[in-house]
């Protein structure tokens, strides 16, 4: 069973890194004077947009994590493809990122184009909207600070280093946490994410079926996936199953109670609780959800200050998913 040496895990677990020093920029009422209606705009968007079973959240919950592990929290990961490059939606980890989700992203610009024309960056509302759809499904609130800049660059190439992937060892999902500032502990609370949503066949059938079933995954379960996965093919894509079947519209502590019970979707999600150095966690968040909202809340409140950009290091975009040509650039400055 793979561990960390215990000094290597107390570090982990312990030394907050400088990566994630706070942007003392970023403020909570930062459009109070230029959008005052701005979280207002965002929450009527979501709250009409809610999906059944939580959805719509977890399509947020998860497009913000992918945005945010790469450039940083800056909207590059809602720019398209054009011509000459391949963005970072272009990459396979991205093509399950749902089409819902960004457009009610569009939405949300739209609304506020027409309220606040040029003043709102694209990177806030994935923030703010995020906050929205976690809290909406009864998840823990916390603090969003706001004034992030868009980013200016999406590049599919870079998407494959810096996300993780369901077959990742610990040591391996951790190693990409790490780089962002995250400690062991809270990558288990992020983790936690996976009490909403859904995952595609492709990502868990090798679990069930195949020569080498894995034998960690309780037996009635594997059932049930092998039945939800019985029409999948690699040209048929679409079967998936929820990650928490027991209370999949609800943001809880479920997550954790199915990995103690031989019930994680993923072999990363099983990995968590199989590995001497992240069981703990598991183990504390199963028994408290109030712990598991506390770590959770802090953490996205650092997920959301990942490699944020400000003032001249970004710009607002007029269309999240386009940047903005050279002249309306110049305009912003
Ligand atoms: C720790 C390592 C992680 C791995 C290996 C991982 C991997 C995955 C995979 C393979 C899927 C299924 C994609 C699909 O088939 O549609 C998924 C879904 C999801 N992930 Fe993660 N993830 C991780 C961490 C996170 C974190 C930190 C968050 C958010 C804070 C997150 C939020 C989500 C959500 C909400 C979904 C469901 C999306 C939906 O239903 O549309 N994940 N993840």
């Given amino acids: 069973m793979p561990s960390f040496p215990p000094v290597i895990f107390l570090l982990l677990v312990f030394i907050p890194s400088v990566l994630s020093a706070p942007v003392t920029s970023l403020t909570n009422d930062y459009y109070q004077e230029t959008c005052p209606d701005f979280s207002k705009i965002v929450r009527e968007v979501v ?4 999906g059944p ?3 719509t959240a977890a399509g947020i919950l998860r497009l913000f994590f992918h945005d945010c592990f790469l450039e940083g929290c800056d909207a590059s990961v809602l720019i398209a493809k054009d011509a000459l490059n391949k963005s970072e939606r272009d990459d396979e980890i991205n093509h399950s990122l749902t089409e819902e989700t960004f457009e009610i992203v569009t ?3 739209t ?9 709102v960056s694209c990177a806030d509302i994935l ?3 995020t906050h929205e759809a976690v809290t909406m499904i009864g998840g823990p ?5 706001l004034g992030r800049k868009d980013g200016c660059e999406s590049k599919a190439r870079k998407v494959g280093e810096n996300l993780p992937l369901p077959n990742h060892t610990v040591h391996e999902m951790m190693s990409l946490f790490q780089k ?6 809270e990558m288990v609370a992020l983790s936690g994410a996976h009490t909403i949503g859904i995952a595609h066949c492709k990502d868990f059938i090798c679990r069930v079926t195949g020569p080498r079933p894995d034998l960690d995954i309780d037996a009635e379960y594997a059932e049930v996936l092998k039945s939800q996965c019985k029409d999948y093919t690699v040209v048929n894509e679409t079967r998936g199953s929820f990650f928490d079947p027991v209370t999949p519209d609800k943001f809880d502590n479920m997550y954790y109670k199915n990995l103690e019970n031989g019930r994680g979707l993923l072999a990363s999600d099983n990995i968590l609780f199989k590995d001497n150095s992240t069981r703990p966690f598991v183990e504390l968040y199963a028994n408290n959800q109030t712990v598991f909202f506390e770590d959770f809340a802090r ?5 959301g200050m990942v490699g944020v950009k400000v003032d001249k290091n970004g710009d607002v975009r007029l269309r999240c998913d386009n940047l903005n040509k050279p002249k309306e650039a110049i305009l912003r400055v």
């Fill in 127 to 129: 923030a703010q909207s």
């Fill in 299 to 303: 953490a996205m409140e650092k997920l």
């Fill in 107 to 109: 939405r949300i610009k």
């Fill in 47 to 50: 709250t009409t947009t809610q």
């Fill in 141 to 145: 609130s916390y603090e969003v600070k």
């Fill in 180 to 185: 962002k500032g995250f400690t062991l502990k």
């Fill in 111 to 119: 609304a506020l184009e027409k309220s606040c024309p040029g003043v």
């Fill in 53 to 55: 079973q939580g959805r």
